[in-house]
């Protein structure tokens, strides 16, 4: 279908963002900038990523009636993303910043160092800041918030905690470019699997969220990306207390993710 024929990697990300704030991409960054996301987003000075970690297009086909407000901003921009390998959540955040693969941005998990530049360094060096923000030891806020100039860490909160921290954030700091990881999302993929009846209250609540967030983003001048980090599969024989959802693999499932802006 047409969907499936506009799929852009990961890498384009980084280099896109940094297009849209008119600064050179980071030096490893390997993909190219998006176009369709750079004329949307022409006339902003900053840029917030929000990713609900995990929502895949697989989830997404399943449950997007239950998401009416994300479903709006995909009825006008929507690209499907693929995630690089392993589809996991630090080497696909750490994508996100460089532009770059594992071998190129070095992170394999979110306690490693990044071995080439990012978005934040991109940032800084023209004079603006940047935020990185998520729960506590999650990839939000021990690699993104670590590299970033401001780290938004919300201890062991919700992803409400988080929406707070990215509203106040913004509002005080006004940095040129945030990327927020609502980790939630993946926890409870993982907890019930994408497919079951169980996430959907779940995924309402994030929602919501978008709504509230976008509607404090827009007036602050920030062009808003939501996009997945990566997907997640359904564990057909899981055993009591394991992933009933899981990733990593190349598989559809776990790589492909529904992107859009406003």
Not at 65 to 80: C, D, G
Not at 91 to 97: G, H
Not at 160 to 174: F, H, L, Y
């Amino acid at each position: 279908d047409n969907m499936r024929a506009d799929i852009h990697p990961m890498t384009a990300i980084a280099p896109t963002v940094s297009a849209v704030l008119k600064l050179p991409a980071p030096a490893q960054a390997v993909g190219q900038p998006i176009e369709s996301i750079m004329n949307g987003l022409a006339e902003v000075k900053r840029v917030a990523i929000i990713a609900p970690d995990a929502l895949g297009m697989y989830a997404w086909g399943l449950w997007k009636q239950e998401m009416p407000f994300l479903s709006s901003m995909h009825a006008r921009n929507s690209i499907v993303l693929r995630s690089v390998l392993p589809s996991i959540t630090p080497v696909n955040f750490a994508c996100m910043v460089t532009g770059t693969d594992r071998d190129g941005h070095g992170i394999h998990s979110r306690l490693h160092d990044f071995a080439c530049e990012t978005l934040f360094d991109v940032v800084r060096a023209s004079g603006g800041s940047s935020a990185g923000i998520g729960i506590h030891d999650y990839t939000g806020s021990a690699l993104l918030g670590r590299f970033a100039d401001i780290c938004g860490n919300v201890g062991d909160g919700s992803d409400d905690d988080i929406a707070d921290k990215i509203i106040e954030i913004s509002r005080n700091n006004a940095p040129e470019f945030l990327i927020a990881q609502l980790g939630r999302v993946d926890d409870i993929f993982h907890e019930h699997g994408p497919s079951s009846p169980e996430v959907g209250p779940m995924l309402c609540e994030t929602d919501t969220r978008l709504k509230r967030l976008v509607a404090h983003l827009k007036p602050l001048g920030y062009g808003v990306i939501i996009l997945s980090d990566h997907g997640q599969h359904d564990v057909l024989d899981a055993l009591p207390g394991q992933h009933k959802g899981n990733h990593g693999s190349d598989s559809d499932e776990d790589c492909l993710v529904p992107c859009t802006w406003g």
